[in-house]
């Protein structure tokens, strides 16, 4: 079992920046790959970026690449998204999740274990 905690969500204007935190519980937080995922009111969940659990490589949906990075520190069993140019369309949940079948997974049915979410609002 993993347990996840997003953290760092909030309010911020078009052009600012923010990053969230995904604190896994768990020994094997190296072992699994993680993503992020969000969900605008009214909108079906959609993928924003995963890292795998082996080399670290990454993926990110097309909307975010070039603003958006990811990355995990296993030593703190913990996966970040820096968010950079924000835009108000940007504004969703967003949670995070975590997977053990795929290296680089990028689907929802992909992932195993999800956070409750944090919820990220720009303003225009």
């Known amino acids: 079992q993993v347990q996840l905690v997003e953290s760092g969500g909030g309010l911020v204007q078009a052009g600012g920046s923010l990053r969230l935190s995904c604190a896994a519980s768990?020994?094997?937080?190296?072992?699994?790959?993680m993503g992020w995922f969000r969900q605008a009111l009214g909108k079906e969940r959609e993928f924003v970026a995963a890292?795998?659990?082996?080399?670290?490589?990454?993926y990110y949906a097309d909307s975010v690449k070039g603003r958006f990075t990811i990355s995990r520190v296993n030593a703190k069993n913990t996966v970040y998204l820096q968010m950079n140019s924000l835009k108000p369309e940007d504004t969703a949940v967003y949670y995070c999740?975590?997977?053990?079948?795929?290296?680089?997974?990028?689907?929802?049915?992909?992932?195993?274990?999800w956070g409750q979410g944090t919820q990220v609002t720009v303003s225009s």
């Open positions: 999740a975590a997977g053990s079948r795929i290296l680089l997974p990028q689907r929802a049915n992909e992932f195993d274990y």
């Open positions: 768990g020994r094997t937080f190296s072992r699994y790959a």
């Open positions: 890292i795998s659990w082996s080399d670290g490589s990454t």
